[in-house]
């Protein structure tokens, strides 16, 4: 497989050697990919033969062959309508098609631009933004595990008014939309970022990352304590008038009373989920790998996880859910949705294939086509049940 170019937008990733901290600008590498990419656009009726799989996605068989549609299936292409509304009950957040990129695996997605048609995805999540710059985690900061990754970036960055500055003049003249992830250690801090946000021509949104420690509480995560998820959800509500996403962490028991606790507390949406708490040893297995001891699992690995958090609390909440976990295919983009997600994010496969996230977008167009649908509308919450079942809380999958 040819190797592809991958920007790397997350500091150091060497692995077992100190990093030199002063290299912060994004370096441009070539990795072979660890994942597949498929043909551009699958038009339908192509000629290959097709297969169901396990998913809701039709298969091709055989080698795969890049199709350009005709003009006439170009216009029946266009006619489609993939735009999807994140924030319908707070003056919108309109999105044209639903493929977003997971924060902190884009950058700030200028680092892109050149790369990837960034303009032709639903919209950006850049990497997770605190009040005061961060110099992040000490290295070893990611390693490869089976489908996946773990990583301890430790939210490297430099603070709300640097990303503002150098940023949102950027950003104001792109037609996608940009996210700001915003992390805190106190609900002052979250407050604060939000409030310097508020207004910012070219900023589309927040994305409260809530996986983060709380001072106040001894540490624990807002994103496992209801009430801490609740209070910070509300203290940012109240702080701006821009769309917010909060986003789950699937390290909980029961995610359910956490979801409607953001719901009531003012979210628009809800985004769902963040990396899984993981370790990995050393070689010589003298202590943890790496330099934080713990790292957060991303990747094909956790897409199980992630849509059975979206499935359960699609049946709790109404506003409207983003997937994000493991997403490398057309079939994974379907599965979330028909598991309630509205849309989706990508996050890990994008290092392997930045131009995955866009390609996503036409084959999703293609399958809607298809399946002679006018909107994605149609594939969203297929898989959920009738009536809310029981949760994994309550030991399901071992019920006899
Ligand atoms: C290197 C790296 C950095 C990340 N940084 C952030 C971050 O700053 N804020 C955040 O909310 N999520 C962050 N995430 C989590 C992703 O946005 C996403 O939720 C997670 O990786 C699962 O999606 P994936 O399996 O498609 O990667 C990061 C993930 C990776 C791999």
Redesign the pocket.
């Known amino acids: 497989m040819k190797a592809k170019r991958t920007v790397i937008?997350?500091g150091d990733m060497r692995v077992g050697k100190d990093s030199d901290r002063s290299k912060r600008t994004p370096t441009v590498r070539k990795v072979k990919s660890a994942i597949v990419p498929v043909d551009r656009i699958k038009v339908p009726g192509a000629g290959r033969p097709r297969v169901e799989t396990g998913g809701s996605a039709v298969a091709d068989l055989g080698a795969p062959t890049a199709v350009r549609p005709t003009l006439a299936e170009q216009a029946a292409l266009d006619k489609i309508d993939l735009s999807v509304d994140l924030a319908p009950e707070h003056g919108g957040l309109m999105l044209a098609n639903p493929i977003m990129v997971?924060?902190?695996?884009f950058g700030y997605g200028v680092e892109y631009d050149e790369v990837v048609d960034v303009q032709r995805l639903g919209a950006i999540?850049c990497?997770?933004?605190t009040l005061r710059p961060r110099a992040g985690n000490p290295p070893p900061?990611?390693t490869e595990t089976p489908g996946?990754?773990l990583?301890s970036?430790g939210?490297q960055?430099p603070g709300v008014d640097a990303v503002i500055e150098k940023y949102g003049p950027l950003w104001q003249g792109w037609k996608v939309p940009v996210i700001v992830?915003i992390?805190g250690e106190s609900i002052e801090d979250y407050v604060e970022v939000a409030r310097r946000l508020d207004g910012v021509p070219g900023v589309a949104g927040i994305?409260?990352?809530i996986?983060c420690p709380n001072v106040g509480k001894g540490g624990l995560q807002f994103a496992i304590d209801r009430d801490a998820a609740r209070a910070v959800t509300a203290a940012v509500r109240r702080a701006t008038d821009l769309p917010l996403l909060v986003?789950l962490s699937p390290n909980v028991a029961d995610v359910r009373p956490i979801a409607k606790a953001i719901e009531e507390a003012g979210a628009d949406a809800i985004?769902a989920?963040?990396?899984l708490s993981g370790l990995a040893v050393s070689a010589d297995r003298t202590r943890a790998f790496l330099g934080n001891t713990y790292g957060?699992?991303?990747?094909?690995?956790?897409?199980p996880v992630?849509l059975r958090v979206v499935y359960e609390v699609a049946q709790v909440v109404s506003i409207p859910i983003v997937g994000?976990?493991?997403?490398?295919s057309l079939a994974d983009v379907l599965d979330f949705m028909a598991c309630g997600a509205v849309a989706v994010?990508?996050?890990?496969?994008?290092?392997a294939d930045p131009e995955l996230p866009v390609r996503l977008g036409d084959e999703l167009r293609a399958e809607c086509l298809a399946r002679g649908l006018s909107s994605c509308a149609p594939l969203v919450g297929t898989a959920l049940p009738k009536r809310a079942g029981a949760p994994s809380a309550k030991g399901a999958e071992y019920r006899p």
């Open positions: 937008t997350f997971a924060s902190g695996t999540c990497k997770g933004t900061r990611v996946g990754m990583n970036i939210l960055n992830n992390a994305e409260l990352n996986s986003k985004t989920i963040n990396t957060g699992l991303s990747g094909p690995a956790i897409k992630a994000i976990g493991g997403v490398t994010q990508v996050g890990t496969a994008i290092f």
